[in-house]
């Protein structure tokens, strides 16, 4: 079950008595446990049927007992379990859960962790209570997802800008959401974001960033990509190289992919790139000017100076004197 899911069925007054939100995406647990501790009940109703512990503080039988409360001038009682994976003895709720009283709606969140599907408590979860697993999403699954929050807020972004956006968050949906939300409040009466508005409200330069330097290095750009580099030793949280490099390896990847595809048209490149049509026009420039050989040549180069990057054949090389020397090397590769 989704956390979408969870959450509509609440919204049309459709409870289970027990639910399990597990995994290692906080961003879809957090939703769940937000609008179960604020939206089911009234303020009025919560005031003596809202029950919260926490899993570090809370013992079991504490949890048992406010879960076999009745509720009071209400159809329902709340009762939150927040942190659960901290908490000692926490398959001591087995017997709870086993006979759940259905004025209780007992919502679970053990984050970063999973019950072991072999365990007795694990089967019980299943049998009688409703799960939420969630995984972090993939890296291709990002831009549609900040997509879709942006067009929530009624408004559109430029694919160059969402890109930015993504690839200075990440997968930390949370401070997408938050860092989106920030931009909506921002615009005033304008409703698409631009690069502009990255710039001036998230921090990330427009011209100085990975994105730019990927571009310029599929391009073989040298004075590009040192005017860069150059900004990012001057100002070390821009850019740091363990930010760079996954990046700019994860682009070559999928140039590399390229030559094995039938139809090498811009279009056809585009869902390759996470359906973003200016990767997709700089992949198809890289293959050009560096050739199948080439783009093997720069992936092992990339490994190479990853592992440099860590201290691993190295003494201890500055992290901008590292950049240069590897983009000097790469584009010294032939096509």
């Known amino acids: 079950m989704s956390a979408e899911k969870i959450i509509t069925d609440w919204k049309n007054k459709t409870y289970k008595p027990v639910y399990w939100l597990e995994g290692e995406e906080p961003y879809f647990i957090d939703q769940v446990m937000h609008y179960a501790e604020h939206s089911i009940l009234t303020e009025s109703e919560a005031g003596f049927n809202l029950t919260v512990f926490y899993g570090r503080d809370a013992d079991w039988a504490s949890v048992v007992n406010a879960c076999r409360r009745y509720p009071m001038f209400a159809e329902r009682q ?93 997968n930390d949906l949370n401070r997408l959401q938050n860092e989106i939300e920030k931009l909506a409040v921002n615009l005033g009466n304008r409703k698409n974001i631009n690069e502009d508005d990255i710039e001036e409200y998230i921090g990330v330069s427009k011209e100085f960033n990975v994105f730019e330097l990927q571009d310029a290095i599929a391009k073989k750009d040298i004075a590009k990509a040192i005017r860069i580099i150059q900004y990012f030793k001057a100002n070390p949280k821009a850019a740091p190289i363990q930010l760079i490099l996954p990046t700019i390896y994860g682009f070559f990847s999928k140039v590399y992919s390229i030559f094995g595809m039938d139809n090498k048209s811009e279009q056809a490149l585009i869902p390759l790139f996470n359906r973003n049509p200016f990767a997709a026009r700089t992949g198809l420039q890289a293959t050009q000017a560096y050739g199948y050989a080439g783009v093997e040549r720069v992936l092992l180069l990339l490994h190479q100076y990853n592992l440099r990057s860590i201290g691993i054949n190295d003494a201890g090389t500055d992290d901008a004197d590292l950049l240069k020397e590897l983009v000097v090397k790469m584009m010294a590769t032939n096509a």
Do not use: C
């Not at 072999?118 to 697993?133: D, H, M, N, P, Q």
């Open 78 to 170: 709340v009762v939150l379990l927040k942190e659960a994976q901290q908490m000692r003895d926490i398959e001591k709720l087995e017997g709870y859960i086993d006979n759940p009283l259905p004025s209780t709606v007992f919502v679970v969140s053990y984050k970063d962790k999973k019950l072991d599907g072999r365990t007795k408590f694990a089967g019980l979860v299943k049998k009688k209570g409703e799960i939420l697993s969630t995984k972090k999403l993939y890296e291709n699954q990002l831009p549609e997802w900040a997509q879709r929050m942006v067009e929530r807020h009624g408004l559109t972004i430029q694919q160059k800008a969402l890109a930015l956006l993504v690839d200075h968050i990440g």
